[in-house]
């Protein structure tokens, strides 16, 4: 069988990058010899030069060209991790032009209500109840997709894709370490991230938006005040130093200013700021060699878990319900809710917990991955299942 992966929605963000290869090593382990074309955005040549250099076997559908040959030769469609159904047009176009089966891979559910979310729910959701399978990627998802009407053959929670990435950069993550005096399991990575990230920085044909950018303002405090309280916690009693790192090319500027020029010189000298940004496979290179991760983004937590490594998650109500996966997989006490003073406040002690007794830690991390593992290994058997009955 040959298989149309359409996935990859952006490169600015390393956990966005991560959906793609996650997907493929899941494939790869659990359908030896699959054949799979991506369709992705369009992706930047070191994005590009790593997933290939991974999966050298991998075609890609980018010209028109390629594109009219994959849904001719392909098939099977599966549409990849995503906050929403991102590739809709795509998997609209192939249920219209093909008529062959397809399925989706841990998504969360854009809903009407949902604000700044895409605004053609009816024209989004069209097809998605003749799917062979729909895996939503956090059980509030499950839950709306089926008040909706929007039941497929079979649904159910399925876990985000990028939990399965195996990327490795280790001499890149061990030179950085090295040269900063981080030592194995000796070190937190903490990732910073503002209420909306201001796309308008990356992409200069994206206007200014004066809306997310006050309310970014309003809340920047509120938001980084307690990792701040944990960083000096796990400096002064928890015996490890901290990493400052990004997961999108906007949280640098966010880390050193919120963060690091916001600690007493002596908290300062057991930090290390990461000035630029990183490729997603040195970046899980890096959080394997760390005992464990926090702050505000979702998906170096979902990597971090995929490898065992204990992970903390801030949330708040501009969010998906992405964050839920954390209750989900058995990690609802390492979930934050930064809009709950109660949560607020015991953010830091959780942080300290993990850096105190590491090894616990770890083992929660190994569990909730087990849980992440069987989960998808039911969507594997979908996937079986429909490429067999086809």
């Given at each position: 069988?040959h298989?149309?992966?359409?996935?990859?929605?952006?490169?600015?963000?390393?956990?966005?990058v991560?959906?793609?290869?996650?997907?493929?090593?899941?494939?790869?382990?659990?359908?030896p010899?699959?054949e799979?074309?991506?369709?992705?955005?369009?992706?930047?040549?070191e994005?590009?030069?790593?997933?290939?250099k991974?999966f050298?076997?991998?075609?890609?559908?980018?010209?028109?060209?390629?594109k009219?040959?994959?849904?001719?030769?392909?098939?099977?469609?599966?549409?990849?991790?995503?906050p929403?159904?991102?590739?809709?047009?795509?998997?609209?176009?192939w249920?219209?032009?093909?008529?062959?089966?397809?399925?989706v891979?841990?998504?969360?559910?854009?809903?009407?209500a949902?604000?700044?979310?895409?605004?053609?729910?009816?024209?989004?959701?069209?097809?998605l109840?003749?799917?062979?399978?729909?895996?939503?990627?956090?059980?509030?998802?499950?839950?709306?997709a089926?008040?909706?009407?929007?039941?497929?053959?079979?649904?159910?929670?399925?876990?985000?894709?990028?939990?399965?990435?195996?990327?490795?950069?280790?001499?890149?993550?061990?030179?950085?370490?090295?040269?900063?005096?981080?030592?194995?399991?000796?070190?937190?990575c903490?990732?910073?991230?503002?209420?909306?990230?201001?796309?308008w920085?990356?992409?200069p044909?994206?206007?200014?938006d004066?809306?997310?950018?006050?309310?970014?303002?309003?809340m920047?405090?509120?938001?980084?005040?307690?990792?701040?309280?944990?960083?000096?916690?796990?400096?002064?009693?928890?015996?490890?130093?901290i990493?400052?790192?990004?997961?999108?090319?906007t949280?640098?500027?966010?880390?050193?200013e919120?963060?690091?020029?916001?600690?007493?010189?002596?908290?300062?000298?057991?930090?290390?700021w990461?000035?630029?940004?990183?490729?997603?496979?040195?970046?899980?290179?890096?959080?394997?060699?760390?005992?464990?991760?926090?702050?505000?983004?979702?998906?170096?937590?979902?990597?971090?878990?995929?490898?065992?490594?204990?992970?903390?998650?801030?949330?708040?109500?501009?969010?998906?319900t992405?964050?839920?996966m954390w209750?989900?997989?058995?990690l609802?006490?390492?979930?934050f809710?930064?809009?709950?003073e109660?949560?607020?406040?015991?953010?830091p002690?959780?942080?300290?917990?993990?850096?105190r007794?590491?090894?616990?830690?770890?083992?929660?991390?190994?569990?909730a991955?087990?849980?992440?593992?069987?989960?998808?290994?039911?969507?594997?058997?979908?996937?079986?299942?429909?490429?067999?009955?086809?």
């Amino acid at each position: 069988m040959h298989l149309l992966l359409r996935s990859s929605w952006q490169n600015v963000n390393i956990g966005d990058v991560a959906h793609t290869p996650g997907v493929l090593a899941l494939l790869e382990k659990a359908i030896p010899g699959l054949e799979v074309t991506l369709w992705p955005n369009p992706l930047e040549p070191e994005v590009k030069a790593m997933i290939v250099k991974r999966f050298p076997r991998l075609h890609l559908a980018e010209t028109p060209a390629e594109k009219k040959r994959a849904l001719r030769d392909c098939g099977f469609f599966l549409h990849g991790s995503g906050p929403y159904l991102v590739g809709w047009r795509e998997l609209n176009q192939w249920a219209e032009e093909t008529g062959k089966p397809f399925g989706v891979f841990g998504i969360t559910l854009a809903r009407p209500a949902d604000p700044g979310r895409m605004p053609e729910h009816e024209a989004m959701y069209r097809h998605l109840p003749e799917a062979d399978f729909v895996y939503y990627r956090d059980s509030p998802s499950l839950d709306a997709a089926r008040a909706m009407g929007l039941a497929s053959r079979h649904d159910g929670f399925g876990p985000d894709g990028a939990f399965s990435v195996d990327l490795a950069n280790a001499p890149a993550a061990e030179a950085f370490t090295r040269t900063h005096g981080l030592e194995k399991g000796k070190f937190l990575c903490c990732i910073p991230k503002l209420r909306f990230t201001p796309y308008w920085i990356l992409h200069p044909e994206q206007a200014f938006d004066p809306a997310k950018h006050a309310r970014n303002e309003a809340m920047k405090e509120n938001d980084h005040e307690p990792l701040r309280r944990a960083i000096r916690s796990v400096v002064a009693e928890g015996g490890m130093k901290i990493l400052l790192c990004p997961e999108d090319r906007t949280q640098m500027r966010v880390g050193k200013e919120l963060l690091y020029d916001r600690l007493e010189p002596e908290v300062r000298e057991r930090v290390v700021w990461r000035p630029d940004h990183w490729l997603t496979d040195e970046a899980l290179s890096t959080y394997r060699l760390s005992a464990g991760l926090f702050g505000h983004e979702q998906h170096s937590p979902i990597m971090a878990i995929g490898a065992g490594i204990p992970a903390c998650v801030g949330r708040w109500a501009e969010q998906t319900t992405k964050g839920f996966m954390w209750k989900d997989i058995g990690l609802g006490d390492w979930l934050f809710d930064l809009d709950a003073e109660s949560d607020r406040a015991r953010y830091p002690d959780a942080v300290l917990e993990i850096a105190r007794n590491p090894a616990a830690a770890t083992e929660k991390a190994l569990a909730a991955r087990a849980r992440v593992r069987e989960a998808q290994a039911g969507m594997i058997a979908s996937l079986k299942a429909s490429l067999g009955s086809h």
